[in-house]
């Protein structure tokens, strides 16, 4: 449950700070679903079946807390590859003919 969360987080990440900005994508809501049914798709299983899980967990204070410290702690340890600038690689010059 804890990679599938991490995944989740950083799809909707990813949704927040890059599908405003484009704008083919009419339906923003849409957008990020499809996001997150690819999440679910890598990880095979279904949307009913993470939800079920979740509010399993969230009925759990105990295991709950141990997937969000989890969470917390794989932050911190990438937090610099998390959060570093992308490098853009610079042009390659065109041979010359």
Do not use: C, W
């Not at 969470?71 to 590859?81: D, F, G, I, K, Q």
Request: no cysteine; aromatic share 10%.
């Amino acid at each position: 449950m804890t990679v599938i969360m991490k995944d989740i987080i950083l799809a909707n990440e990813y949704s927040l700070a890059n599908i405003p900005k484009d704008s083919t994508k009419k339906d923003k809501i849409l957008a990020n679903q499809q996001l997150l049914d690819g999440v679910f798709k890598i990880h095979h299983i279904t949307r009913e079946t993470f939800e079920n899980s979740y509010r399993f967990y969230e009925s759990r204070p105990d295991m709950n807390k141990t997937i969000f410290d989890s969470l917390s702690a794989y932050a911190n340890r990438h937090r610099t590859e998390l959060y570093r600038p992308l490098k853009i690689p610079k042009a390659i010059p065109k041979a010359a003919k």
